[in-house]
Protein backbone atom coordinates (compact mmCIF):
# COMPACT_ATOMS: atom_id res chain seq x y z
CA UNK A 1 0.00 0.00 0.00
CA UNK A 2 1.43 3.05 -1.24
CA UNK A 3 1.90 5.76 1.89
CA UNK A 4 3.08 9.26 2.14
CA UNK A 5 3.36 11.16 5.71
CA UNK A 6 4.35 14.45 6.11
CA UNK A 7 5.99 16.11 9.48
CA UNK A 8 8.10 19.00 10.34
CA UNK A 9 4.89 21.54 10.02
CA UNK A 10 4.01 23.98 13.26
CA UNK A 11 4.22 27.44 14.10
CA UNK A 12 7.02 29.43 13.04
CA UNK A 13 7.27 33.50 13.42
CA UNK A 14 7.87 35.79 9.67
CA UNK A 15 11.29 35.80 8.53
CA UNK A 16 11.75 32.16 10.19
CA UNK A 17 12.47 28.64 8.64
CA UNK A 18 11.08 24.84 8.69
CA UNK A 19 12.08 21.80 7.01
CA UNK A 20 9.43 19.47 6.34
CA UNK A 21 9.69 15.79 5.73
CA UNK A 22 7.53 13.05 3.88
CA UNK A 23 8.15 9.85 4.16
CA UNK A 24 7.14 7.24 1.74
CA UNK A 25 6.31 3.91 1.41
CA UNK A 26 4.67 0.96 -0.27
CA UNK A 27 6.10 1.90 -3.95
CA UNK A 28 9.71 1.91 -5.31
CA UNK A 29 10.17 5.60 -4.30
CA UNK A 30 13.40 6.20 -6.39
CA UNK A 31 11.43 5.96 -9.29
CA UNK A 32 8.93 8.70 -9.15
CA UNK A 33 8.97 12.66 -9.22
CA UNK A 34 7.42 13.95 -6.55
CA UNK A 35 6.01 17.01 -5.28
CA UNK A 36 5.03 19.82 -2.54
CA UNK A 37 1.43 20.88 -2.99
CA UNK A 38 -0.36 23.46 -0.57
CA UNK A 39 -3.52 24.84 0.14
CA UNK A 40 -4.17 27.86 2.54
CA UNK A 41 -6.79 27.87 5.04
CA UNK A 42 -10.18 27.74 3.49
CA UNK A 43 -8.58 27.82 -0.03
CA UNK A 44 -7.59 25.71 -3.37
CA UNK A 45 -4.79 23.88 -4.38
CA UNK A 46 -1.70 25.21 -5.42
CA UNK A 47 1.51 23.52 -6.63
CA UNK A 48 4.79 24.67 -5.02
CA UNK A 49 7.61 22.61 -6.06
CA UNK A 50 8.75 19.29 -7.89
CA UNK A 51 11.92 17.24 -8.05
CA UNK A 52 12.63 14.38 -10.40
CA UNK A 53 13.29 11.00 -9.28
CA UNK A 54 17.28 11.40 -9.56
CA UNK A 55 17.24 14.98 -8.43
CA UNK A 56 17.88 15.92 -11.67
CA UNK A 57 15.09 18.38 -12.39
CA UNK A 58 13.69 20.67 -9.92
CA UNK A 59 10.85 22.73 -10.16
CA UNK A 60 9.27 26.29 -8.10
CA UNK A 61 6.30 28.46 -8.23
CA UNK A 62 7.28 31.60 -8.49
CA UNK A 63 5.55 32.55 -5.01
CA UNK A 64 8.46 30.16 -3.56
CA UNK A 65 11.59 30.69 -5.98
CA UNK A 66 14.41 31.83 -4.30
CA UNK A 67 12.82 30.95 -0.18
CA UNK A 68 12.12 27.42 -0.53
CA UNK A 69 14.36 24.12 -1.24
CA UNK A 70 13.16 21.09 -2.59
CA UNK A 71 15.23 17.87 -2.22
CA UNK A 72 15.36 13.79 -1.46
CA UNK A 73 16.88 11.20 -0.25
CA UNK A 74 16.28 7.68 -2.17
CA UNK A 75 18.18 5.68 0.20
CA UNK A 76 16.09 7.01 3.14
CA UNK A 77 12.91 6.71 1.05
CA UNK A 78 12.26 10.75 2.09
CA UNK A 79 11.19 13.75 0.63
CA UNK A 80 12.01 17.30 1.91
CA UNK A 81 11.07 20.81 1.96
CA UNK A 82 13.08 23.48 3.44
CA UNK A 83 11.37 26.72 4.10
CA UNK A 84 13.27 29.77 4.28
CA UNK A 85 12.06 33.70 4.75
CA UNK A 86 8.72 32.33 5.60
CA UNK A 87 5.97 34.79 4.96
CA UNK A 88 1.91 34.63 6.27
CA UNK A 89 1.18 33.71 2.89
CA UNK A 90 2.87 30.98 3.25
CA UNK A 91 0.94 29.52 6.33
CA UNK A 92 -1.43 26.20 4.52
CA UNK A 93 -1.44 22.58 4.62
CA UNK A 94 1.48 21.05 2.86
CA UNK A 95 0.94 18.00 1.41
CA UNK A 96 3.58 15.66 -0.67
CA UNK A 97 1.89 13.77 -3.96
CA UNK A 98 3.19 11.56 -5.91
CA UNK A 99 3.98 12.29 -9.34
CA UNK A 100 1.66 9.72 -11.81
CA UNK A 101 4.50 9.30 -14.49
CA UNK A 102 3.68 10.77 -17.92
CA UNK A 103 -0.26 11.69 -16.90
CA UNK A 104 1.20 14.50 -15.15
CA UNK A 105 -1.24 14.44 -12.29
CA UNK A 106 -0.64 13.80 -8.88
CA UNK A 107 -2.09 9.61 -7.98
CA UNK A 108 -0.76 9.75 -4.19
CA UNK A 109 -1.39 11.93 -1.63
CA UNK A 110 0.17 12.27 2.25
CA UNK A 111 -2.24 13.35 4.57
CA UNK A 112 -0.83 16.97 4.93
CA UNK A 113 1.51 18.98 7.37
CA UNK A 114 0.01 22.76 8.80
CA UNK A 115 2.53 24.98 8.62
CA UNK A 116 1.46 28.50 10.43
CA UNK A 117 3.92 31.77 9.88
CA UNK A 118 2.21 34.39 12.74
CA UNK A 119 4.00 36.27 14.84
CA UNK B 1 0.97 31.87 -17.06
CA UNK B 2 -2.06 29.49 -17.50
CA UNK B 3 -5.18 30.20 -15.74
CA UNK B 4 -7.61 27.78 -14.97
CA UNK B 5 -11.27 29.03 -14.95
CA UNK B 6 -13.81 26.65 -12.78
CA UNK B 7 -17.18 27.05 -12.90
CA UNK B 8 -19.42 27.35 -11.37
CA UNK B 9 -18.08 27.73 -8.07
CA UNK B 10 -21.31 25.77 -6.08
CA UNK B 11 -23.12 23.65 -7.84
CA UNK B 12 -26.63 22.31 -6.31
CA UNK B 13 -27.50 18.92 -7.04
CA UNK B 14 -29.90 16.06 -6.21
CA UNK B 15 -28.90 12.42 -5.37
CA UNK B 16 -29.46 10.33 -8.31
CA UNK B 17 -29.04 13.64 -10.70
CA UNK B 18 -26.23 14.34 -13.34
CA UNK B 19 -23.85 16.72 -12.25
CA UNK B 20 -21.70 18.81 -14.86
CA UNK B 21 -18.55 20.42 -14.21
CA UNK B 22 -16.40 22.65 -16.18
CA UNK B 23 -13.41 23.93 -16.47
CA UNK B 24 -11.61 26.17 -18.81
CA UNK B 25 -7.75 27.32 -19.68
CA UNK B 26 -6.50 30.30 -20.42
CA UNK B 27 -4.66 28.39 -23.47
CA UNK B 28 -4.30 25.01 -25.03
CA UNK B 29 -3.15 22.65 -22.31
CA UNK B 30 -3.81 19.86 -25.20
CA UNK B 31 -4.94 16.82 -22.58
CA UNK B 32 -2.80 17.73 -19.95
CA UNK B 33 -5.77 17.79 -17.44
CA UNK B 34 -6.77 15.72 -14.40
CA UNK B 35 -9.61 16.27 -11.98
CA UNK B 36 -9.79 16.23 -8.28
CA UNK B 37 -11.96 15.29 -5.81
CA UNK B 38 -11.60 16.86 -1.65
CA UNK B 39 -13.96 16.13 1.44
CA UNK B 40 -13.25 18.22 4.35
CA UNK B 41 -10.28 17.48 6.00
CA UNK B 42 -8.57 14.98 3.62
CA UNK B 43 -5.72 15.11 1.03
CA UNK B 44 -7.54 15.62 -2.92
CA UNK B 45 -8.32 12.12 -4.90
CA UNK B 46 -7.24 11.59 -7.91
CA UNK B 47 -10.28 11.02 -10.40
CA UNK B 48 -9.54 11.53 -14.04
CA UNK B 49 -6.00 12.34 -15.63
CA UNK B 50 -5.08 12.77 -19.50
CA UNK B 51 -8.41 14.61 -19.17
CA UNK B 52 -10.43 11.49 -19.63
CA UNK B 53 -8.94 8.56 -18.28
CA UNK B 54 -10.09 7.25 -15.17
CA UNK B 55 -7.97 6.75 -12.22
CA UNK B 56 -7.54 3.26 -10.74
CA UNK B 57 -10.75 2.47 -8.91
CA UNK B 58 -12.77 5.31 -9.13
CA UNK B 59 -16.40 4.99 -10.38
CA UNK B 60 -17.69 4.47 -13.47
CA UNK B 61 -19.91 7.15 -12.97
CA UNK B 62 -17.17 9.78 -13.05
CA UNK B 63 -16.14 10.82 -16.27
CA UNK B 64 -14.01 13.62 -18.05
CA UNK B 65 -13.98 15.19 -21.45
CA UNK B 66 -12.84 18.17 -23.27
CA UNK B 67 -8.85 18.68 -25.00
CA UNK B 68 -7.52 22.31 -26.15
CA UNK B 69 -9.27 24.98 -23.09
CA UNK B 70 -12.45 23.28 -22.73
CA UNK B 71 -12.87 20.34 -20.04
CA UNK B 72 -15.59 18.98 -18.33
CA UNK B 73 -16.21 16.51 -15.44
CA UNK B 74 -19.44 14.51 -15.45
CA UNK B 75 -20.87 12.55 -12.35
CA UNK B 76 -23.36 10.67 -14.09
CA UNK B 77 -26.29 9.69 -11.17
CA UNK B 78 -24.80 11.61 -7.42
CA UNK B 79 -24.11 9.46 -4.73
CA UNK B 80 -24.21 10.81 -1.42
CA UNK B 81 -20.74 10.42 -0.68
CA UNK B 82 -19.87 12.53 -4.22
CA UNK B 83 -20.64 15.94 -2.78
CA UNK B 84 -17.18 17.67 -1.86
CA UNK B 85 -15.20 20.46 -4.13
CA UNK B 86 -13.77 19.18 -7.09
CA UNK B 87 -10.18 20.81 -8.57
CA UNK B 88 -9.21 20.54 -12.19
CA UNK B 89 -5.01 20.60 -13.03
CA UNK B 90 -3.41 21.27 -15.60
CA UNK B 91 0.70 20.48 -16.76
CA UNK B 92 2.41 23.10 -18.52
CA UNK B 93 6.38 21.93 -19.66
CA UNK B 94 7.63 25.11 -20.43
CA UNK B 95 7.76 27.07 -17.81
CA UNK B 96 7.22 23.62 -16.10
CA UNK B 97 3.88 24.67 -13.79
CA UNK B 98 0.96 22.49 -12.74
CA UNK B 99 -1.84 24.58 -12.31
CA UNK B 100 -5.26 24.25 -10.28
CA UNK B 101 -9.11 25.17 -10.87
CA UNK B 102 -10.16 27.87 -7.86
CA UNK B 103 -12.13 24.59 -7.76
CA UNK B 104 -16.08 23.79 -7.35
CA UNK B 105 -18.32 23.39 -4.33
CA UNK B 106 -20.61 19.90 -5.19
CA UNK B 107 -23.22 20.65 -2.76
CA UNK B 108 -26.71 18.55 -1.83
CA UNK B 109 -30.03 20.25 -3.37
Known amino acids: EVQLVESGGGLVKPGGSLRLSCAAS????????MNWVRQAPGKGLEWVSSISSSSSYIYYADSVKGRFTISRDNAKNSLYLQMNSLRAEDTAVYYC????????????WGQGTLVTVSS | EIVMTQSPATLSVSPGERATLSCRASQSVSSNLAWYQQKPGQAPRLLIY???TRATGIPARFSGSGSGTEFTLTISSLQSEDFAVYYCQQYNNWPFMYTFGQGTKLEIK
Open chain 2, 50 to 52: GAS
Open chain 1, 26 to 33: GFTFSSYS
Open chain 1, 97 to 108: ARDFAAAHAFDY
